[in-house]
């Protein structure tokens, strides 16, 4: 069975900084993807970044960037230069194949001016 | 219009009515979801069709009622809910070609409140 785990509930970092939101997934599968999605107040589900675990080179979208480690099952999102509207919640997102989205506990993420 | 649309937005009611959500989707995709986000617990899969056919039902009660008329449009149809039933709930659709699917694509989502 699928697994993801965000372990951080909650984070807050001032404008402008960069900050690291964590995810750790269990497949038994080789082939799948890993998305961020990310959730602000008007509660859309936007996809940020995706990654194809085939794929050795970490997926870039701007200022939003993924630290892919296959081996660890490890898929890191990291937000540069932060903005306000970057507030949300973020989830972090496994599917194989063709079987379902399996989605982490959501980490709420504060921009603070 | 694009993208995948859900309606109402907001949607309040007792626990004697019956009431449907509705989602269209316009991306031509050929797979839709409801999920159920409730406070404080992970996103729930409750249904899933492919080409209008059911191919998943996670448990659900059978007071929500799943209806897929074609592949662009989905609902959800409730009736004698509980207060516990109060959450967001979810329509997604994606693109599923050759037994892979590339990510869902997700509408903003019907706020329920059961009184």
């Known amino acids: 069975a699928q697994t993801v785990t965000q372990s951080q509930p909650e984070m807050s970092v001032q404008e402008a900084e960069t900050v690291t939101l964590s995810c750790t997934y269990d497949?038994?599968?080789?082939?799948?993807?890993l998305f961020w999605y990310k959730q602000p107040p008007s509660r859309q589900m936007i996809l940020v970044i995706r990654q194809e675990a085939y794929k050795q080179q970490n997926a870039t979208e701007n200022r939003f960037s993924v630290n892919f480690q296959k081996a660890a099952k490890s898929f890191s999102l990291k937000i540069s230069d932060s903005q306000l509207g970057d507030t949300a919640m973020y989830f972090c997102a496994l599917i194989q194949g063709a079987q379902k989205l399996v989605f982490g506990q959501g980490t709420r993420l504060t921009i603070n001016p | 219009e694009t993208g995948v649309t859900q309606t109402p937005r907001h949607l309040v009611m007792g626990m004697t009515n019956k009431k449907s959500l509705k989602c269209e989707q316009h991306l031509g995709h050929n797979a839709m979801y409801w999920y159920k986000q409730s406070a404080k617990k992970p996103l729930e899969l409750m249904f899933v069709y492919n080409f209008k056919e059911q191919t998943e039902n996670n448990s659900v009660p059978s007071r929500f009622s799943p209806e897929c008329p074609n592949s662009s449009h989905l609902f959800l149809h409730l009736h004698t809910l509980q207060p516990e039933d109060s959450a967001l709930y979810l329509c997604?659709?994606?693109?599923?070609?050759?037994?892979?699917?590339?990510?869902?694509?997700f509408g903003s989502g019907t706020r329920l409140t059961v009184v």
């Open positions: 997604a659709s994606s693109q599923m070609t050759g037994g892979l699917n590339y990510g869902y694509t």
């Open positions: 497949t038994s599968e080789n082939n799948y993807y």
